[in-house]
């Protein structure tokens, strides 16, 4: 549905972010973009959202090239969304209710849906008990929820995430997930950028690796994280589970809690053998 075709973007003081980038979005249902720091994720999702304009190469939308008039930009991000790095930047309304209407105001939307649908995505993102906070007293965490919650409510077809897990306490991460989660069962496309390995080998079926604004690999995710010379050229670390399968052979893992609920799931096996056992 969206793509890049040899995109190269340079900002205005000669800075060449990326260079003939070319992503699919069909290739995966929640892709990931990795990368050192500075390596163009950003900029890429920025790219893809239509907020800036390629130098070359383009952005591709259903087959066609991307429009950036006002009018066909306005329609496009129906379909897209993007929760951006720093949520301070994203949720500026006074009140939390008023911030995540917004878009869905401007689109002329009737005051029923609007209100269902703020509802369902304030559920979903888990800051009802909130809703009522002043957006100036919102933690960071919280914030990033509210951003969360804005574009949900807008039910695009593919959302954005520039590194959706940076700077939460682990509760907070593990609400993020579930959005992700529920995003992904109800068939949203999701394409995010992380530093967190562990996140991306667990929820990424498809990973490109960028390295200074160029693509340095792409492929499952699975194959991605075996690469070590990749990992390696773009300072990325290896995954726990990717670790384990080399270090201890544990295999078809694609987090912690998964292992740990088969070996869970093992140990009531072996009980239950015993138990038979001993009774016959
Ligand atoms: N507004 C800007 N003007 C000039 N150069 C910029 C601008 N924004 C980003 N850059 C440069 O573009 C390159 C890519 O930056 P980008 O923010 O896309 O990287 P990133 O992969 O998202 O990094 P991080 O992991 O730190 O978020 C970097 O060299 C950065 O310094
Ligand atoms: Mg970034």
């Known amino acids: 549905m969206i793509k890049t075709e040899n995109l190269t973007y340079q900002y205005p003081d000669g800075t060449k972010a990326l260079k003939n980038?070319?992503?699919d979005g069909d290739r995966g249902n929640c892709i990931a973009l990795i990368g050192e720091n500075g390596a163009g994720k950003s900029t890429l999702m920025s790219a893809l959202i239509g907020l800036i304009k390629p130098s070359e190469g383009g952005v591709f939308f259903k087959g066609e090239p991307l429009?950036?008039?006002?009018?066909?930009?306005?329609?496009?991000?129906?379909?897209?969304?993007?929760?951006?790095?720093?949520?301070?930047?994203?949720?500026?309304?006074s009140g939390i209710y008023d911030d995540i209407a917004f878009a869905l105001r401007n689109l002329g939307m009737d005051a029923d849906e609007i209100d269902n649908r703020v509802k369902a995505a304030m559920k979903?993102?888990?800051?009802t008990d909130i809703a009522e906070r002043p957006v100036h007293y919102l933690s960071y965490?919280?914030?990033?929820?509210?951003?969360?919650?804005?574009?949900?409510?807008?039910?695009?077809?593919?959302?954005l995430m520039d590194e959706p897990t940076l700077g939460l306490d682990p509760k907070s991460k593990a609400g993020v997930k579930n959005i992700i989660r529920e995003?992904?069962?109800?068939?949203?496309?999701?394409?995010?950028?992380?530093?967190?390995?562990d996140f991306i080998y667990e929820f990424c079926d498809y990973t490109y690796v960028l390295h200074h604004g160029q693509v340095l690999c792409e492929g499952e995710t699975t194959l991605v994280f075996k690469n070590k010379e990749a990992l390696e050229t773009a300072s990325l670390e290896e995954a726990t589970m990717t670790r384990l399968e080399r270090s201890l052979g544990i295999k078809g893992f694609r987090s912690i809690a998964a292992l740990e609920a088969a070996v869970e799931n093992q140990r009531k096996e072996v009980l239950a053998n015993e138990t038979g056992s001993s009774r016959n």
């Open 67 to 93: 429009s950036y008039k006002k009018k066909d930009l306005y329609a496009f991000r129906k379909y897209i969304g993007l929760v951006i790095q720093e949520s301070d930047k994203q949720v500026f309304y």
């Open 183 to 197: 995003a992904l069962e109800n068939g949203i496309k999701i394409i995010l950028s992380s530093h967190d390995m």
């Open 141 to 159: 965490g919280q914030k990033k929820r509210v951003a969360m919650a804005g574009v949900l409510a807008m039910k695009p077809g593919i959302i």
């Open 124 to 127: 979903d993102t888990g800051i």
């Open 21 to 23: 980038v070319s992503v």
